[in-house]
């Protein structure tokens, strides 16, 4: 409170709400806004030296009890304007509040402030925000960078688990890529790059769920307070995402591709990366929709997995794999 003072001593205006104060921290207000039960107003004054002002107004009123000396004014204006104490007096101290001159200065002084001086104009902003578009842009991705380097759990679990599940398959189909005698041997080779990518990708979808969640949170907060729009926001969640999934994707591709031993050329080796790469961006993205057109993070996570599994059964791979076995 006392940091609290010397704000408004620099000339600015603060408003408190505060609870049990001491009598040295509520004698450091300038003005009190009373309220009862219901939200009615009781009181709304100055202070002044000591409370003085306060004590004055509710002692003048018929029936309430005298404060003591070196009792709290704080404890002292709630303890005689109870609910307890209207009724044993037979009063509303709203409508006493409503009916004294204190109520009809404040209104005069509100008149009074609320007309415009001369010559003066209203105040006009050429935009809704203080910044341009591009420096929300640039505030809201240097924000998000900060946020992901501050939670080191959900980038290192992710690169783990990508290095263990690339190993893992890598394993299964050693030197696959170099048996492409018949469609079987293709139908092996598709399968462990479309397993392994729909198991990662549904992985990426899956970890990015609370993180978005936290983070809408605080958006809606910020975007309340003026501070940017919701596409800088966006631009901010989706770029703060791309370093750290083409670091994943190349983690899991040159495992994978060398493991599996597929034709070493530039041209094959670098369209499989960036198909990998824009699989893995598509999966993290379809999370942050997910989360964006549902209530909370439950519901997002019951709509991923119903269009993952229906995209499964219909991409094309397994309804086509079935067909071949058929006609064998």
């Not at 007309?115 to 240097?142: E, I, N």
């Not at 293709?186 to 549904?202: D, E």
């Not at 809408?216 to 596409?231: D, I, L, N, P, Q």
């Not at 599996?260 to 790469?277: N, R």
Request: charged share 15%; aromatic share 18%; net charge neutral.
């Amino acid at each position: 409170m006392r940091t609290v003072r010397n704000t408004v001593d620099t000339g600015r205006t603060v408003v408190c709400t505060i609870h049990q104060p001491s009598i040295d921290i509520f004698e450091s207000f300038d003005e009190l806004f009373l309220m009862k039960r219901g939200g009615q107003e009781i009181y709304v004054g100055p202070l002044g030296h000591r409370s003085c002002h306060l004590i004055k107004y509710f002692e003048s009123m018929f029936g309430v009890s005298k404060i003591q000396d070196g009792y709290n004014p704080a404890t002292w204006m709630l303890e005689v304007t109870t609910s307890a104490q209207e009724m044993m007096l037979g009063v509303d101290f709203a409508d006493l509040y409503k009916r004294s001159d204190l109520y009809r200065r404040n209104k005069v002084l509100i008149s009074e402030l609320n007309a415009p001086r001369p010559g003066t104009k209203d105040l006009h902003f050429d935009s809704q925000y203080a910044q341009p578009f591009w420096t929300q842009c640039m505030a809201c991705l240097w924000k998000q960078h900060w946020s992901y380097w501050r939670n080191p759990a959900y980038t290192a679990i992710r690169f783990l688990f990508t290095i263990f599940v690339a190993l893992a398959i890598g394993t299964m189909f050693w030197d696959l890529g170099t048996k492409l005698g018949n469609n079987q041997d293709l139908f092996n080779a598709v399968g462990s790059m479309y397993a392994v990518v729909l198991f990662l990708g549904f992985q990426n979808t899956a970890s990015v769920l609370p993180v978005v969640a936290v983070e809408r949170t605080v958006f809606y907060r910020e975007r309340a307070a003026g501070m940017y729009s919701a596409f800088p926001y966006a631009f901010g969640q989706v770029f703060v995402e791309m370093p750290y999934v083409f670091v994943q994707a190349v983690f899991y591709g040159v495992i994978v591709y060398a493991m599996i031993g597929f034709e070493w050329t530039v041209t094959k080796f670098f369209w499989y990366l960036f198909i990998t790469y824009f699989t893995f961006l598509y999966f993290i993205f379809y999370g942050m929709m997910s989360v964006a057109v549902t209530p909370n993070q439950n519901i997002a996570h019951i709509v991923i997995v119903f269009f993952i599994v229906t995209w499964d059964l219909f991409s094309g791979f397994i309804v086509s794999d079935l067909q071949v076995v058929g006609i064998k």
